[in-house]
């Protein structure tokens, strides 16, 4: 059963009526463009079709009472006394409505139903998917008009000042903003966007390593503050305003770990923008090897990666149908994407599963993906 089915007849049985909305948003897989967007830089994800859902109905009162399928937990709370508590799930939801009432806007309660199939955990924005659910879920039934870079601002706000992990910008841009058949080359300063199409005949493989690291959070924020302080130094606001060249002028004015993080970011957004013109001509090849090139820099220069990553991408570049693979997100654990060949992308799954078993121990989950749509009332 689809999980639109799912949260419709749950609700159903919780509430004794059928929903008056269905929202759903998305989670997301990064072709190219990691470390870079809280650099100002340039990202190029895609939404993908695994999502969090909410179906939901308006009260009269100012309450939001809502049940959690995957966790089987029902949480209430009123939007005009918001407070943190220890449930995990909910505090996306929460916190969304704070921002929003920070931010000024008329909440309408609601009761709902939620569930989601992107994987927790696993660096395909599950939190992203559900703060954006959560957005279109209020701005469905409040004065709210839907402006797809605010609500990513909103949910990265949430985020940041009531989950309190500071990420950047990207995975909720790219699960507000999304379209169908496309990634989206975002400007992580500006929040412009520009589509940019799959090329044809190919297809996007999310590998699942199933390692997860808990530090992620402590070594990200190391990352960041690296990047700030070599943005200091080169005397700008951030990397992004860093050329190349002038880069390979000065970098000897760095210290060593200093000039490799300088050095993935720079490159990186580079690559990032090769590779949305790469996409626009077809040209696959180009693109896989532009997303080689990312992960030997997110390897070695940016060390965010992990054994289990380098090894399901040397399972993947192994592979003929393959044209390029890298790890994506965060790092330290988690997913790595590849770009292969359309019609052998299951056999590509089947057999990089088996390699990275042999080699590694562990199951990995595969993905075949599709690009849809960033969040919407269904
Ligand atoms: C996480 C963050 C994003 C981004 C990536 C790395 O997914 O949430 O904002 O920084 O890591 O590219």
New binding site residues.
């Given amino acids: 059963m689809s999980l639109e089915k799912t949260v419709r007849r749950s609700f159903d049985r919780l509430y004794g009526t059928a929903p008056s909305v269905v929202v759903r948003a998305p989670g997301r897989v990064?072709l190219i463009g990691?470390?870079?967007?809280?650099n100002d830089g340039f990202?190029l994800p895609m939404a993908i079709d695994r999502a969090a859902w909410i179906a939901l109905r308006p009260r009269t009162d100012s309450e939001v009472h809502v049940h959690s399928l995957d966790f089987d937990e029902t949480v209430t709370f009123s939007l005009n006394n918001l407070e943190k508590s220890n449930s995990k799930w909910a505090e996306y939801i929460k916190g969304v409505a704070w921002v929003l009432r920070e931010r000024g806007r008329l909440l309408t309660g609601w009761d709902g139903v939620v569930a989601g199939d992107v994987p927790i955990g696993a660096?395909l924005?599950s939190s992203a998917a559900l703060e954006l659910a959560t957005a279109r879920a209020f701005a469905s039934i409040s004065p709210i008009a839907w402006d797809a870079a605010e609500m990513a601002r909103i949910g990265q706000q949430a985020e940041n000042e009531w989950v309190g992990v500071s990420?950047?910008?990207?995975?909720q841009m790219i699960s507000a903003a999304g379209q169908a058949g496309h990634a989206l080359l975002i400007d992580c300063r500006s929040l412009e966007t520009q589509l940019v199409p799959l090329p044809p005949g190919t297809a996007v493989v999310v590998l699942d390593t199933a390692t997860r690291r808990g530090l992620v959070g402590s070594a990200y924020n190391e990352r960041r503050a690296q990047c700030e302080a070599a943005a200091q130094h080169f005397g700008v606001k951030a990397l992004r305003d860093v050329s190349l060249a002038e880069f390979e002028a000065r970098a000897g004015e760095l210290d060593a770990v200093a000039r490799r993080r300088a050095r993935h970011v720079i490159s990186e957004n580079a690559r990032t923008l090769r590779a949305a013109e790469a996409m626009r001509q077809g040209d696959a090849t180009e693109l896989g090897r532009l997303m080689d090139a990312s992960h030997i820099s997110l390897r070695d220069d940016f060390e965010v990666s992990n054994d289990a990553l380098n090894t399901i991408v040397e399972c993947a570049q192994r592979e003929e149908s393959c044209y390029g693979a890298r790890m994506t997100?965060?790092g330290f654990g988690g997913c790595a994407v590849a770009l292969v060949q359309g019609d052998a992308a299951e056999t590509f799954a089947a057999r990089v599963a088996a390699d990275y078993l042999q080699h590694s121990g562990l199951n990995a989950s595969v993905y075949v993906c599709q690009a849809t749509d960033g969040a919407s009332v269904v």
């Fill in positions: 990064n990691e470390h870079t967007d809280y990202v660096g924005s990420c950047g910008i990207m995975d997100g965060a």
